[in-house]
């Protein structure tokens, strides 16, 4: 194998370990989310902010994952990983 296929495959293990990180981190964001959603409790209970801010951090990471993945496929192509 070439440093070419050596280096493709170091990016590949760091960007599925970035995305096993994120994975993770939404993962513990949704079930925060579902906690304050909770259907039990009344609507004056709502901390409508604090989910808000975390709606919006687990957008973040949606799209990071999801920018994360399309690099992983194009190296896997590019390479024939």
């Given at each position: 194998m070439n440093n070419e296929i050596y280096i493709a495959k170091?990016?590949?293990a760091?960007?599925?370990d970035t995305l096993n990180n994120i994975e993770?981190?939404?993962?513990?964001l949704l079930i925060?989310?579902?906690?304050?959603?909770n259907p039990a409790n009344d609507f004056f209970e709502?901390?409508?902010d604090l989910?808000?801010?975390l709606v919006k951090?687990?957008?973040e990471l949606q799209l990071?994952?999801?920018e994360i993945q399309e690099k992983i496929r194009k190296i896997k192509l590019s390479y024939n990983l």
């Open positions: 170091g990016k590949l760091e960007l599925q993770i981190r939404a993962d513990s925060q989310i579902r906690e304050l959603l709502f901390d409508t989910i808000l801010e951090l687990f957008r990071q994952a999801r």
